[in-house]
């Protein structure tokens, strides 16, 4: 009897511990599958925000590129433009120029027409003259408005930047390199050279000396 009761409570004991492994084995897989379940919506997370990231990354992409076209079809058009009013400048930059000028060649022509053939009197000879001196003082007028400067370099030291030799003289009466002589003056516009002055240098009293010197031999 006593046997038999120690039988049943092994098997009683037996039971408990398999229903307590059990347990504790239903208690794992739930814990498994709790964590798994967090592992799966973490992954789902990240791909996710991979996903999120890379499409923000493709529109800023996207952004970047627009911006950099409309950049170079700027640029273009900027440069289109900016060669067409040079081009323009140059073909009527100096048109205000030649509407100045107008006004000369219209003196010019009225002082011809005073003096025809029928008027070759001595009156008609001075008024030609008048109307010649009134057009030149015009042109310097004009050529003074528009900033261009006359080079009248007598007795001024030779530069080749402004001036050009014609030809070299011996002189008592100026040093070696300066102009003597103004074969014909020349222009500049602002400070840009449009034509040199012709001129004449001295070559200085040394040359003089050496001729006196030779005469005497």
Do not use: W
């Amino acid at each position: 009897m006593n046997q038999k009761k120690n039988i049943d409570k092994n098997e009683n004991a037996n039971n408990q511990e398999e229903d307590e492994n059990t347990t504790s084995l239903n208690n794992d897989d739930s814990q498994s599958n709790v964590s798994n379940s967090i592992d799966e919506k973490d992954r789902s997370n990240n791909e996710e925000d991979l996903d999120n990231d890379e499409s923000d990354s493709q529109d800023e992409i996207k952004d970047l590129k627009d911006q950099l076209l409309r950049s170079l079809a700027e640029n273009e058009n900027l440069r289109k433009r900016t060669a067409k009013e040079i081009e323009q400048v140059k073909k009527y930059g100096h048109i205000s120029l030649l509407r100045d000028f107008l006004n000369v060649v219209d003196n010019m022509e009225r002082a011809v027409k005073s003096s025809t053939s029928e008027n070759q009197s001595e009156i008609g000879v001075r008024n030609l003259i008048d109307g010649i001196e009134i057009v030149l003082k015009e042109m310097k007028s004009l050529l003074e408005k528009n900033h261009i400067k006359k080079i009248e370099p007598l007795h001024e030291k030779f530069d080749y930047n402004f001036h050009q030799a014609m030809f070299e003289a011996p002189s008592s009466d100026h040093k070696e390199g300066l102009i003597i002589e103004v074969v014909q003056p020349g222009y500049v516009l602002h400070d840009r050279l449009i034509r040199p002055a012709m001129v004449g240098v001295s070559k200085g009293e040394i040359v003089e000396k050496e001729k006196k010197e030779k005469k005497d031999e």
